[in-house]
Nanobody, 120 residues
Framework: QVQLVESGGGLVQPGGSLTLSCVAS????????MGWYRQTPGKQRELVAS???????NYADSVKGRFTISRDNVKNTVYLQMNSLKPEDTAVYYC??????????????WGQGTQVTVSS
């Protein structure tokens, strides 16, 4: 069993910062591509940022220069540092990861989501 557990969401004023964390737990051989997605009511879930095991990153145009994704391969953890937050960043943020389990192989997993609200 693999779980992705997110933390760090909350309420922040425009221009503020938040850092999201996501830990993959369970019997894991390793984590590969990891990323953050977000979703608002009535809209499709969209990619915010992703990072490979070798630290190659990809960002949505809307967050480039403001958000930074990073990871700790030993801790099976991915982070999203969000700066200069805007009201339009308000969404539920979901962690996503490709995780390899012993004798099972690699599957894709989602976290339960964490709410980020940017409002004055």
């Amino acid at each position: 069993q693999v779980q992705l557990v997110e933390s760090g969401g909350g309420l922040v004023q425009p221009g503020g910062s938040l850092t999201l964390s996501c830990v993959a737990s369970g019997t894991i051989v390793g984590t590969y591509k990891m990323g953050w997605y977000r979703q608002t009511p009535g809209k499709q879930r969209e990619l915010v940022a992703s990072i490979t095991r070798g630290a190659i990153t990809n960002y949505a145009d809307s967050v480039k220069g403001r958000f930074t994704i990073s990871r700790d391969n030993v801790k099976n953890t991915v982070y999203l540092q969000m700066n200069s937050l805007k009201p339009e960043d308000t969404a539920v943020y979901y962690c996503n990861a490709d995780v390899t389990r012993p004798l099972v192989g690699t599957d894709n997993y989602w976290g339960q989501g964490t709410q980020v609200t940017v409002s004055s």
